[in-house]
């Protein structure tokens, strides 16, 4: 067991092993109490991943990728259809209840079309591949569970006992339903739905559980806590009583329960431990659980041609993932051999393409400036915070963030989860997930950082879930970026779309000199950033500014531009460092508590990223890198035609010697110096 241990006085906090507190299982067997399901609403459209992109089951000894977990069933298929002749059908059926699931269905649909094939697949996910998988952790331990777990082993239950019994893709879409509007008794609403979707795909027909001549299934949770137990008792039991699995075609993989162990207080045992090694060993091996079966069933030769073998997959556990984003770095990060962090001097002063488990640097903000970067932000995160009911605990958003050192987290969140783990929470990216609780979305691994608690300093400070090829072009942003250092509050901005001729890198915007809630204190530091400016109207200061350095900056517009953030702890603005505030430039608000993001009051955020429309990227880029500005981009374009002609250098030489309009240099003077920059920019605007 491994224990982590807080201040003496604090509590000891440990992570659910090979000791597990009394259970009672929520599955509710027989009962004449079950109600159909509304099935109004489809499941949503499916969300494919980006080539970029790899999720992850967490196993008692590290992770499975979705694409090697997908690439493993379909060598168990050609095993066995290799061993055992015959044109039988070989059906796979998964449900994965993890977080960030999504990727895995994904990646089934993929493998029905590589070699070797899966030839038949049908797969439903708790989620999109970057959404979380929430669950209910209130009352009595025994009542905890996953809310898609729950619900489709509810529905499945409930399902077998009607006529015609529910395929599998109506199951899903039934524990779908119930879960929107808690509209079955036994399923109660899950208040995060509206940030977690579940998915659904197949290449197969729309069958159910009760058909197959042999039926098989694979029980795995690699590293659970008490309700991924609960999750796998009750759709045991549905299995065995309600759909007549036999017990011998049932292969459970729990925690690091060995072969023959006994799971305390569930009245079953572990058939081997749930670690990478046996999972693939189960699926694709001679000697596997999948092979074994399929063989005692052939009888040692060929399978009739009418037959059919479905396996049956469930996953309830936690999730990962590793995808291209950028980050900053604190001061003492160490870095894996062979990235940029472990190479340069000052990590702490650069943004870093992170993914693939190294990282490269990416960006300068201001190398003349010696500071550390503290937060920043593409500038398109659209801050949907404002909606009264996206505020609620119960509703929160795709919002991802990092902690910093010192950090524990709740009881039972992922954060605490990582200090049990022994590695550095600082170092990881985690999800919310409702509920007072957090995920790990994206180790430290993952992004090339060392995170080995007590040994080395792997700290994110910054973050933005895009990649360098969405954000940069040969080395240099190919749209505004934002940012903030260590010891100040103000916001710098790079500003490719500023026109040709004037300073590219400029603040953008200061709370004491842009304005601040009246009778709040000014911040010290901005340690976390979300900024959501927006490009559709009012753009720009105009170029007729009566103040030539301001002409052409990006403006912070009161009411419709928003910022959230949050301080470091201690901070004169606020004394909490996890507590994530909205600034319209009319009001402040608080949005989320730390206990909202799963986090302890002494917890401190220290980057920070939300989900809009689309993962990782919250406008197209495509509109971004080529918007229309309500303002042609050229200084010297006087009369705002689009065009610089005989008219504006007349409009010059008008100006001649003062320091008006026509001192496109803001040197105060127009002379030869901004001559030049008008014939520069001569003919049309871009």
Request: glycine share 10%; aromatic share 12%.
């Amino acid at each position: 067991m491994q224990f982590a241990t807080r201040n003496a006085g604090c509590r000891t906090s440990r992570r659910l092993g090979r000791a597990i507190v009394l259970l009672t299982s929520i599955a509710t067997l027989g009962s004449a109490s079950f109600a159909a399901a509304r099935a109004d609403v489809e499941i949503p459209d499916f969300a494919y991943k980006t080539s970029t992109w790899k999720t992850a089951l967490v196993t008692h000894d590290g992770l499975v990728w979705d694409k090697e977990f997908a690439g493993w069933v379909a060598e168990g298929e050609k095993g066995a259809r290799e061993s055992f002749p015959g044109s039988w059908d070989f059906l796979v059926r998964c449900t994965f209840a993890h977080c960030f699931s999504g990727g895995f269905v994904h990646e089934l649909e993929a493998a029905s079309t590589a070699t070797p094939p899966i030839s038949n697949f049908a797969a439903n996910s708790a989620c999109k591949y970057f959404e979380t998988a929430s669950a209910s952790e209130t009352g009595a331990q025994a009542s905890w569970f996953s809310w898609y777990a729950h619900a489709f082993k509810d529905r499945a239950q409930y399902g077998a006992q009607v006529e015609p019994v529910w395929s599998f893709k109506e199951i899903a879409k039934r524990a779908y339903n119930a879960m929107i509007d808690g509209g079955v008794s036994a399923i109660p609403k899950n208040p995060n739905i509206a940030f977690e979707h579940v998915q659904h795909l197949s290449n197969g027909a729309d069958d159910n559980l009760t058909t197959g001549h042999l039926r098989i299934a694979i029980l795995f949770a690699g590293d659970p806590e008490r309700r991924h137990i609960n999750n796998m008792d009750a759709i045991r039991k549905v299995l065995v009583n309600t759909y007549q699995f036999e017990e011998q075609n049932i292969w459970i993989m729990c925690g690091g329960y060995e072969a023959g162990e006994a799971v305390p207080n569930v009245g079953w045992k572990s058939n081997a431990p749930a670690t990478r090694a046996e999972l693939r060993k189960a699926l694709m091996f001679v000697d596997g659980f999948v092979y074994s079966a399929v063989s005692v069933f052939a009888n040692g030769g060929a399978i009739d041609d009418d037959k059919i073998v479905k396996l049956f997959i469930w996953t309830t556990d936690h999730g990962s993932a590793d995808a291209p984003i950028l980050i900053g770095v604190g001061p003492g990060s160490v870095g894996v051999d062979g990235s940029a962090v472990a190479a340069v001097a000052n990590p702490e002063r650069l943004l870093f393409d992170a993914g693939g488990e190294t990282n490269k640097a990416a960006y300068a903000f201001n190398p003349n400036d010696p500071k550390a970067i503290n937060s920043f932000s593409t500038g398109f995160e659209e801050v949907y915070f404002s909606t009264p009911a996206m505020q609620a605990p119960t509703g929160i958003p795709n919002l991802y963030f990092s902690v910093d050192h010192g950090s524990w987290g709740l009881e039972d969140s992922d954060v605490e989860r990582t200090l049990d783990d022994f590695r550095e929470p600082a170092g990881q990216i985690y999800a919310v997930a409702g509920n007072e609780d957090n995920r790990e979305f994206i180790r430290a691994k993952a992004m090339g950082l060392v995170d080995t608690l007590y040994e080395a300093n792997a700290d994110v400070t910054a973050l933005s879930m895009s990649s360098a090829a969405e954000v940069f072009n040969a080395g240099v942003p190919n749209h505004p970026i934002f940012w903030t250092v260590v010891g100040s509050p103000d916001i710098w901005v790079w500003d490719k779309w500023r026109p040709n001729g004037m300073q590219k890198l400029y603040k953008f915007w200061s709370p004491a000199t842009d304005g601040w809630q009246p009778g709040a204190n000014l911040p010290g530091n901005i340690d976390a950033l979300g900024l959501y400016v927006n490009t559709d109207e009012d753009l720009r200061v105009p170029m007729n500014h009566p103040m030539p350095a301001l002409r052409g900056r990006l403006k912070f517009k009161k009411g419709i531009d928003a910022m959230v953030f949050s301080v470091p702890k201690g901070d004169a603005f606020n004394a909490s460092g996890c507590t994530i505030f909205r600034w319209n430039g009319n009001a402040m608000e608080s949005i989320y508590s730390c206990n909202d993001l799963g986090l302890d009051d002494g917890d401190e955020v220290d980057a920070l990223h939300a989900f809009v429309r689309n993962p990782f990227r919250t406008r197209s880029y495509g509109d971004i890198n080529d918007p229309v500005p309500p303002q042609c981009q050229c200084a010297a374009d006087f009369n705002q035609d689009c065009v610089v002609d005989g008219n504006d250098l007349g409009t010059l030489l008008g100006g001649w010697g003062s320091s008006g309009p026509t001192d496109l240099t803001g040197d105060g003077i127009t002379n030869g110096a901004d001559l030049g920059t008008l014939l520069g920019e001569w003919g049309p605007c871009n």
